[in-house]
């Protein structure tokens, strides 16, 4: 298992399986807003998990989760305006802050379905965007809930 730690935003997470790659974005000492911290995929699966970081000053990091959710939902229903709540938002227990909520909708015309997670931290917030075709899903959940149960705080 290779575990992927990304000291800047206070969390880790491990590969769900040994085809699935990593990818850092490339930043310099000048990106102080939101970004994309890298991305994990599998080829294989068809699946990907993008990593996004906001930081403290580019979200109100004190929001409770259902502002924070209005806001998540806002912003993927610009790629995705039929975007839908398959399951509500879940705490995730054993990560302080974190919670989760299942989402379907048409990117690309394809339908996709994602687990967001959210990981509110003391400097921002990490939102974590896990992707797959839905037609695909009953064979990839698994390998994506793998990743959420995965993710820890440093």
């Not at 995730?92 to 989402?103: C, E, N, T, Y």
Request: no cysteine.
């Amino acid at each position: 298992q290779r575990e992927i730690q990304l000291a800047e935003a206070g969390i880790a997470f491990t590969a769900p399986d040994p085809v699935w790659t990593w990818q850092r974005s490339l930043g310099s000492p000048g990106n102080t807003g939101w970004r994309v911290l890298g991305r994990m995929d599998s080829r294989v699966a068809l699946s990907d998990v993008r990593i996004e970081w906001h930081p403290k000053e580019g979200v109100a990091a004190d929001a409770d989760p259902a502002a924070v959710e209005s806001w998540l939902m806002r912003r993927l229903r610009g790629a995705s305006p039929d975007l839908r709540v398959l399951r509500t938002r879940t705490d995730i227990g054993a990560v302080p802050g974190a919670w989760r909520m299942s989402l379907q909708g048409t990117l690309k015309q394809e339908s996709v379905r994602t687990i967001a997670v959210v990981v509110d931290r003391p400097r921002g917030r990490v939102v974590l965007l896990l992707a797959a075709p839905a037609a695909a899903w009953e064979q990839v959940g698994p390998a994506l809930e793998r990743f959420v149960s995965s993710v820890r705080l440093l």
